[in-house]
Every structure is written in C-alpha cells, then in structure tokens.
C-alpha cells in the first residue's frame, strides 16, 4: 500500500524553499560561481512536447531529497491559467512523497527558461539546458551550476542517449562528478536507470 505522510511533505517543500529556491525580491542578488562561460539554455522548447511525465536518471544531490529512495519523477501538465503545474515524486521508506508547484516560462527565453514556484514568495530557476531532438531526454539546471538533473522519457535511458545528454551538461561547465544516479522501479522488474558510462571531459 502507498503511504503519503503529510508531514514528510511539509518538510521536503521547506527544504526545497530553503534549500533551492530563493525569494523573489532577492533573484538579482545572487551571483554565479564562477566559470569561463555562463550557462545557456537550448533556444527553444515546444511545451506541447516537452509536457507529461519524466523520471529522474541522476541529479547533484540536493538536502530536500535526503528522504528519498528512489522511483523519483516528475509530471508537467498545461494549467487553465497558462502556467505549468509541477508534480515531484519520489519512493520514501515509507511509501511515496511528492510535491506540488507551478511553473511559468521566462518572457524571451523560448520557453527554454522556467520559473518553479512550490509555494509563494520562492521561486527557482528551470533550465533546459540540453535536449534530445526528438525529447527523449532533457538536461535541467540553473544559471549558478548548482543544480542539475538528467531526465528521460522511460525509466532506462540507453548509454549513448545518457552519453550525449552527459556530454551535454559536460560542455557547458557542470562538475559531472558530483552526478548521482537514481534508481527507477524499486520492487519491480527494472533494476537502477541505466549503467553509468564514463563521464566525458569538460
């Protein structure tokens, strides 16, 4: 039986808002590790394919998914509004946790850059930053390099699609070595996302 405790998800949204989002009036304050080139995103993303469900294939490890086991995904869905609504899930050792938010794409930025937003007034940069021409798969960061994560379409991403998306990360600065790789189908027949291929060179 699938257990949702809703102090564990209490927690995981004051972790996300402490931890990866920042308040709105304080954005432009931040500033960027620093790197030879800032971090660009894809020029464009069409939503309507981009919409729909994606598992986590590895990520940088991050305080508010300390819960987390494993089956971690996330769901896009078009609100009446516009806007996106954001669903996070993942396997706990109590069952599942998820997580609820909405997201806007940044004006100019080809749908390409996104503001998340879990509960107001944080909000977090969404960037796709590398994307597979037919949206097998996607890379998501940030402009500071923080924060990363490799997401596909299926619960196994086969090595060379994993390659390119690494190598896409790879060339834009990511310190690929602190990637960790997320299990899918904890219980069930698929066994860890995929084999971990060598990490390419910046």
């Known amino acids: 039986m699938h257990i949702f405790r809703p102090a564990t998800c209490r927690a995981l949204l004051l972790a996300a808002a402490l931890v990866f ?4 009036a304080a954005e432009e304050t931040l500033t960027p590790a620093p790197t030879a080139t800032p971090v660009r995103s894809v020029p464009a993303v069409d939503l309507s394919r981009y919409l729909g469900k994606w598992y986590e ?3 940088f490890p991050l305080f508010f998914q300390r819960v987390c086991r494993g089956d971690t995904r996330a769901e896009y869905a078009l609100r009446d509004d516009g806007d996106i609504s954001v669903l996070n899930r993942c396997r706990t050792a109590d069952g599942f946790a998820q997580v609820s938010g909405r997201a806007w794409a940044v004006e100019g930025s080809g749908n390409a850059q996104l503001k998340v937003q879990f509960f107001w007034p944080f909000r977090a940069n969404y960037w796709v930053i590398g994307l597979d021409p037919d949206y097998r798969w996607a890379v998501v960061g940030n402009p500071n390099r923080r924060y990363l994560w490799i997401l ?28 960790r790789y997320t299990v899918q189908g904890i219980g069930d027949a698929v066994e860890p996302a995929t084999a971990q291929p060598a990490i390419p060179a910046n």
């Open 21 to 24: 989002a920042q308040p709105a």
């Open 57 to 59: 294939i590895a990520s």
């Open 152 to 179: 596909s379409r299926t619960p196994v991403l086969p090595a060379e699609l994993l390659s390119a998306a690494l190598q896409s990360a790879a060339e834009q600065g990511y310190d690929l070595e602190q990637l």
